[in-house]
């Protein structure tokens, strides 16, 4: 992948947070700027990156707008420690990452924190709640009232000794979910409870005058519906997942994503030492925990429990800290047009 008019370009990921091991792979990320030419004529691309977003590129521009929202990616490149950089333009040193920690660091690194507790208390009940593929059918929420009881139509057809296929329904006038009963047994005018395993609703029939009402029938629609989205979520999830991260998380045993909560615990360590310390560490001094974490050696139970426990020292430090509220703008505005005004006139020579 070419990247002209290179400014910075480090590794990134595990080998930045000294996280790496044998298996891991090697992402990249870094900075460029914008040809003279693309400027002018509006051309200019915001970021550049491969196929596999293994290698991203961010536009000076773009680059210093990340950094005025205190996107956790551009600060954490932006302080890559040493061993992890591989090109730095001189300009760069224009940029220190101390200018752009602000009170914002609260929100955005604790942000992804609280997705990703969300997500492992969600994936935690789809791994041990699988959902069959066949979903169940509108007549599986369907209730029976007769003689002052509810039953369940499966039971009550049992009891009754009804095929379901001879069974009409007919809406009663001035209710809601509520619909009669009748029995066609030459299953001639009757329509059955639904029209199919895919249905959304129980299916009405044209009842002959003279039927007798058998009893009344009760669909749970709300729960249907609730039901069917859940379906509809865990098999989409299970389209969707990395079988390589979702095998590693039955292999640990604990039912969540281990390096996605060991990657939470370490954003929020960092936020703290934001608010706390006023530095952006990214060579991380745990390895060995967090390692462990990846490793699925603690349970959901207490990996969320240090979760919430480091967002609650985050909370403090936020209430306390001197950090600015957010990045002067103007400040950052001069600052790029003095960057790109050097970097395009050293070109031109």
Known sequence: MQTPNLLLNCRSGSHAY????????????????????????????EQLADATN???????GRFLELLTKANPTALELLASPPEAVLFRHPVMDQLRVEDFLTKACKNTFAGYATTQIRKARGLNKKVHNPMPEERKTVAQFCYVISEGKSLRLQKWLEVKGIPEEELALARVD??????????DASRSWGRGVSSGPKANDVHLSNV?????????????????????????????????RNDVRYQSTLNHGQGYDAKNMMHTLRLLDMAIEIFR?????????????????????????????MAEERLALLEGFAATSSLPERVDPEWVSGLLVGMREELLAASAQ
């Open 208 to 240: 002959p005058k003279g039927e007798k009402c058998l009893a009344y029938l009760s669909f749970n629609h709300d729960s249907y519906s609730v039901y069917c989205r859940k379906h509809r979520e865990y098999w989409q999830w299970v389209a969707e």
């Open 18 to 45: 000294g996280l790496a091991t044998e298996t891991s792979d090697e992402d990249f990320r870094g900075v460029f700027y914008a040809s003279r030419e693309q400027l002018y004529a509006g051309t200019a691309p």
């Open 174 to 183: 001035h209710t809601q979910g509520i619909h009669a009963i009748y029995r």
């Open 54 to 60: 293994d290698r991203v590129y961010y536009e000076l």
């Open 277 to 305: 310390d006023g530095e952006l560490r990214v060579l991380r001094p745990d390895r060995d925990f967090l390692l462990d974490v990846k490793a699925g050696k603690f349970s959901l139970e207490e990996v969320l429990q």
